[in-house]
């Protein structure tokens, strides 16, 4: 089999772009307050469970197609998500925003709401599961609680090499040991295409 090439979310945000966050800290996520560890934080629990997330405007600007939430959850406008669909790519599901709110109120403040209104703005909830790649990647844990579940992992590789075997075939997807989203160069290609504000694919690894 050929090998693919497996891309994650890049960060870069411009002057100017509205900061958004989720109104639940990390929704899908477990909140640890760990009377055992003493951790507080959460689970990197990998992949989405339920994802009712309201969107929390800290700074007012112009809002792009592809938005940071915050660790593992993005949102994606109108296009992005009919680029997703019309490519038929899979391991991502949208769900509305229950809220858009903001810190203040005032006319730039309810301008980005009305902005992320007309974009459509939906939660890219990717589901698809890439497995565990601590085997091959020499990934270990650094530190476990049995009371909390709480789990720490060394360092990610700069280069990810996700087992086929374990990969459930989905353009988008998690993997067991770290939050971050991953998705296949043909789902980065995609996204590319239509020239989304916001989004850019950085190489993580191969498949
Ligand atoms: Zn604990």
């Given at each position: 089999?050929?090998?693919?090439?497996?891309?994650?979310?890049?960060?870069?945000?411009?002057?100017?772009?509205?900061?958004?966050?989720?109104?639940?800290?990390?929704?899908?996520?477990?909140?640890?307050?760990?009377?055992?560890?003493?951790?507080?934080?959460?689970l990197?629990?990998p992949?989405?469970?339920?994802?009712?997330?309201?969107?929390?405007v800290?700074?007012?600007?112009?809002?792009?197609?592809?938005?940071?939430?915050?660790?593992?959850?993005?949102?994606?406008?109108?296009?992005?998500?009919?680029?997703?669909?019309?490519?038929?790519?899979?391991?991502?599901?949208?769900?509305?925003?229950?809220?858009?709110?903001?810190?203040?109120?005032?006319?730039?403040?309810?301008?980005?709401?009305?902005?992320?209104?007309?974009?459509?703005?939906?939660?890219?909830?990717?589901?698809?599961?890439?497995?565990?790649?601590?085997?091959?990647?020499?990934?270990?844990?650094?530190?476990?609680?049995?009371?909390?579940?709480?789990?720490?992992?060394?360092?990610?590789p700069?280069?990810?090499?996700?087992?086929?075997?374990?990969?459930?075939g989905?353009?988008?997807?998690?993997?067991?040991?770290?939050?971050?989203?991953?998705?296949?160069?043909?789902?980065?290609?995609?996204?590319?295409?239509?020239?989304?504000?916001?989004?850019?694919?950085?190489?993580?690894?191969?498949?």
């Open positions: 089999m050929a090998t693919i090439k497996i891309y994650s979310f890049g960060h870069g945000r411009k002057p100017g772009t509205a900061w958004l966050k989720t109104t639940d800290t990390d929704p899908g996520y477990y909140i640890i307050n760990c009377p055992v560890c003493r951790t507080r934080g959460l990197p629990y992949c989405v469970r339920s994802q009712t997330v309201g969107v929390l800290t700074k007012p600007g112009t809002v792009d197609d592809v938005v940071f939430l915050g660790p593992g959850v993005w949102a994606m406008s109108n296009r992005a998500q009919k680029a997703v669909r019309d490519a038929g790519l899979s391991g991502i599901r949208w769900v509305d925003p229950v809220e858009v709110v903001t810190d203040e109120r005032g006319p730039t403040w309810s301008g980005t709401i009305r902005r992320i209104q007309n974009l459509e703005l939906r939660i890219a909830a990717i589901g698809g599961r890439g497995g565990s790649i601590a085997k091959a990647n020499g990934v270990k844990v650094t530190r476990r609680c049995e009371y909390c579940g709480w789990i720490t992992w060394s360092k990610r700069r280069s990810i090499k996700i087992d086929p075997e374990q990969w459930d989905s353009d988008f997807f998690c993997i067991e040991e770290f939050r971050e989203r991953l998705f296949t160069a043909r789902a980065a290609e995609t996204l590319a295409s239509v020239n989304l504000t916001g989004f850019s694919a950085e190489p993580a690894g191969t498949l």
